[in-house]
């Protein structure tokens, strides 16, 4: 929580529209700014921070073939999963 705090912090925008920076490098382009998904991206509102990290893992490993997503996971940090999963579940 703290450092997703932190992150938030240090992206631009408003306080009610702000994502972190490693959700916006990572994810906004297919997801969308607060996840409501793209002709990319399908959306990953309301998902739970389980179901998120579950998903995160199996593209990280390529349990998943999508080329895209383990492209952008393959260097993520357990910590940086963990934080874009917590981030991703407060979209509603």
Do not use: W
Not at 3 to 32: D, P
Not at 57 to 86: C, F, I, P, W
Request: glycine letters at 8%.
């Amino acid at each position: 929580e703290e450092k997703l705090e932190e992150l938030k912090k240090q992206a631009s925008g408003s306080m009610n529209n702000r994502v972190s920076q490693l959700y916006s490098l990572r994810c906004k382009a297919c997801h969308g700014s607060e996840g409501q998904g793209t002709q990319v991206g399908p959306s990953i509102k309301g998902k739970s921070v389980e179901y998120i990290l579950s998903k995160l893992d199996d593209y990280k490993n390529n349990r998943v073939k999508n080329s895209l997503m383990q492209g952008l996971l393959t260097n993520a940090t357990q910590d940086e999963l963990n934080t874009l999963a917590q981030e991703i579940s407060s979209f509603k």
